[in-house]
């Protein structure tokens, strides 16, 4: 039977919006916070030590949140099948966390600390990694059991996780900074500790229980292989390229010009929350290999419009207001960063419709062809940053991004259109 063209879409745009917000709030508040306590060269540290942690997470985790979403929504009416997969990827996630880290503590004691993390004394960053391991651990939980709540179509429980897990983030980082009992590191480092035990909770009465899950007489790994690379590889490649570009713009321009391009990269963070937040969502569960080309594109083309539509609106309203923003976000010190917003714009512009498409391929498992675009996407990103700097200056990094946007747009509606569906 033919999918209708636009199912809840307004239903379901409001539910995650709604959640959306709160992350919004809490990536605001959080920002804010730290910009008010640290300067420019700090904030940039900050970022840098972020990055670690998401490549902590992503090696941890296998950056299966995609996986957990889209195998749970094609599994979930078949109980028994159901339990094998989450056994399947309960123990991968086990497995790949406690490698991860061994590997940590190595890292914690061998790598340059004083390089990668400057102006930070040796002992407090290796002390903040130590705290980044529950740290990771407790984000995998929150981000699992969101994920999985999605895929069930639990949205009550999938936006009371993420709520509490917002507003708990946003009590933690101020009574710290506050208080200062623990260094800036440590407390980002530490801030989704007590949320994972109440996301825990709610999971367990939807049916996700590990203690369920553990007495399943299947364990399902196959299906995990093909989201483990979707996922990983951009999750790791993405913090590594982020980290050239700011070890580039501070090794050009000062520490204190990367916390600029810090600011003007947080910008796109938020956009780009509050679109992937909402897509995933609304589209993630409703694609399956199962569909014929027909029902796709009369779902899809709808959905991309609007979304571009939405992106459109967002974007000229930040354009606009990007004074007040700036100053909203950040301090009267991070002021430069209005300057070299509008290229930056344009790329969050065209990413919000690269996510979109990007997310068929995930659903679809087309392991192959996302990997490829991923992977050259990155690396045109690092070195459009390159050439960028030396042609156009500080705004280099801001133009490589849109222009890597719009070339993944492109490139993966054309992939899209090219897609094998079944004939029915």
């Given at each position: 039977m033919p999918m209708p063209a636009n199912p809840n879409f307004t239903k379901l745009f409001a539910g995650s919006g709604a959640v959306t917000?709160?992350?919004?709030?809490?990536?605001?508040?959080?920002?804010?916070?730290?910009?008010?306590?640290?300067?420019?060269?700090?904030?940039?540290?900050?970022?840098?030590?972020?990055?670690?942690?998401?490549?902590?997470?992503?090696?941890?985790?296998?950056?299966?949140?995609?996986?957990?979403?889209?195998?749970?929504?094609?599994?979930?009416?078949?109980?028994?099948?159901?339990?094998?997969?989450?056994?399947?990827?309960?123990?991968?996630?086990?497995?790949?966390?406690?490698?991860?880290?061994?590997?940590?503590?190595?890292?914690?004691?061998?790598?340059?600390?004083?390089?990668?993390?400057?102006?930070?004394?040796?002992?407090?960053?290796?002390?903040?990694?130590?705290?980044?391991?529950?740290?990771?651990?407790?984000?995998?939980?929150?981000?699992?059991?969101?994920?999985?709540?999605?895929?069930?179509?639990?949205?009550?429980?999938?936006?009371?996780?993420?709520?509490?897990?917002?507003?708990?983030?946003?009590?933690?980082?101020?009574?710290?900074?506050?208080?200062?009992?623990?260094?800036?590191?440590?407390?980002?480092?530490?801030?989704?500790?007590?949320?994972?035990?109440?996301?825990?909770?709610?999971?367990s009465r939807a049916g996700f229980s590990v203690k369920q899950i553990w007495k399943s007489a299947l364990d399902t790994r196959g299906p995990w292989m093909s989201y483990a690379l979707m996922g990983l590889i951009p999750m790791v490649l993405s913090p590594l390229v982020l980290t050239f570009i700011r070890t580039t713009v501070a090794s050009n321009f000062g520490n204190d010009a990367a916390g600029i391009w810090q600011s003007v990269w947080k910008v796109s963070d938020f956009l780009f929350m509050a679109m992937s937040a909402i897509l995933t969502v609304i589209l993630l569960p409703r694609v399956s290999p199962k569909m014929n080309r027909h029902d796709f594109f009369a779902m899809l083309h709808p959905l991309l419009l609007r979304i571009m539509g939405i992106s459109l609106v967002m974007v000229l309203a930040l354009y606009f207001c990007r004074g007040i923003l700036v100053q909203v976000l950040f301090s009267q010190a991070y002021m430069g960063a209005v300057d070299y917003l509008p290229f930056q714009l344009v790329g969050d512009f065209f990413r919000a419709g690269g996510f979109a498409l990007a997310l068929v391929l995930i659903a679809r498992a087309e392991t192959t062809k996302f990997l490829v675009i991923e992977i050259c996407a990155e690396l045109l990103l690092a070195v459009g940053t390159f050439v960028g700097i030396r042609l156009f200056d500080f705004n280099g990094p801001m133009m490589a991004y849109a222009f890597e946007n719009l070339v993944y747009v492109i490139v993966l509606y054309v992939v899209v259109r090219r897609l094998k569906w079944n004939i029915q």
């Open positions: 917000l709160f992350n919004a709030l809490r990536a605001f508040v959080i920002n804010k916070l730290l910009a008010i306590f640290l300067p420019p060269a700090a904030f940039a540290c900050v970022g840098q030590f972020l990055n670690l942690m998401c490549i902590g997470q992503a090696t941890s985790s296998l950056a299966l949140q995609n996986g957990w979403t889209a195998l749970t929504s094609q599994n979930k009416d078949n109980r028994e099948k159901l339990m094998g997969v989450w056994r399947g990827g309960v123990r991968l996630t086990t497995f790949a966390s406690l490698l991860t880290f061994v590997v940590a503590l190595l890292f914690c004691f061998m790598a340059p600390l004083e390089t990668l993390l400057p102006g930070v004394p040796t002992r407090l960053a290796q002390a903040a990694i130590l705290f980044a391991l529950p740290g990771v651990f407790a984000t995998n939980i929150i981000t699992i059991t969101a994920a999985v709540m999605n895929g069930l179509g639990e949205n009550r429980k999938w936006a009371l996780i993420n709520i509490v897990t917002s507003v708990w983030q946003m009590l933690w980082v101020a009574f710290f900074l506050y208080t200062g009992r623990l260094s800036v590191l440590s407390i980002i480092a530490t801030q989704s500790i007590v949320a994972a035990i109440f996301a825990i909770q709610i999971s």
